[in-house]
């Protein structure tokens, strides 16, 4: 499915090749509770412009439900996979994924988008499933557009950390992160497009 009718203007600095920083020179780690950590790299993906816009014209973006409290509700942002079916990751995101399978030693398996459309698409509190079935996953997250607010909480406490996430910026979640903490993105009274690409590994 196409996301039609999104507008968002990049900015010249934004556009030009997509490529990570392969010496990842503007990462800081945030080391929180219970061995979970954060690293938060700025400006990571140089030409995060041109990668949202291919994103936001080629992605196979889909609507998804999620059942709460016993009903099925639509999830409030659009999704998008790449891998799962065999074909090669596109040029940008393959670069991104052998990036940080370089940089965190791990086999990075699965790459996936989230389109928030607006101010009322959102990623409510929550730690990623995959914890089920890897130990200490790492998450990693890549933002595209319109800045908004990426939060961390310790499991049902409150926000310790916020991060007004960029276009370009790279955010990474390890240790127990999945397990003893929960992120979201929550909604805002306005805001833009913003696409994060998502990146996991599944063993
Ligand atoms: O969009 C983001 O930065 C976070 C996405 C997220 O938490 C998820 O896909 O589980």
Redesign the pocket.
């Known amino acids: 499915m196409a996301a039609p009718g999104l507008n968002f203007q990049t900015s010249l600095f934004d556009s030009g090749e997509s490529t990570p920083d392969l010496e990842f020179s503007t990462l800081t780690r945030h080391e929180l509770s219970q061995g979970a950590w954060v690293d938060h790299a700025p400006g990571w993906l140089r030409g995060a412009g041109t990668l949202f816009q291919w994103l936001l014209d080629n992605a196979p973006w889909e609507t998804t439900t999620q059942v709460l409290f016993d009903k099925t509700v639509v999830t409030p942002r659009l999704v998008a996979s790449f891998t799962g079916g065999g074909d090669p990751l596109p040029a940008p995101l393959e670069a991104i994924r052998n990036a940080l399978q370089w940089r965190y030693g791990r086999d990075f398996d699965s790459v996936?988008a989230?389109l928030?459309r607006d101010g009322k698409d959102s990623?409510a509190w929550?730690g990623?499933r995959i914890a089920r079935t890897v130990k200490d996953p790492l998450?990693a997250?890549i933002?595209l557009g319109f800045p908004?607010r990426?939060m961390l909480r310790p499991r049902g406490g409150r926000t310790e950390l916020s991060l007004l996430?960029q276009p370009g910026d790279l955010?990474v979640m390890g240790g127990t992160a999945q397990r003893t903490w929960q992120?979201?993105?929550p909604k805002v009274a306005s805001a833009g497009p913003?696409i994060?690409v998502?990146v996991r590994h599944s063993h």
Do not use: E, W
Request: proline share 0%.
């Open positions: 996936g989230n928030y990623v929550h990623d998450v997250t933002s908004r990426f996430l955010v992120h979201t993105v913003r994060s998502t």
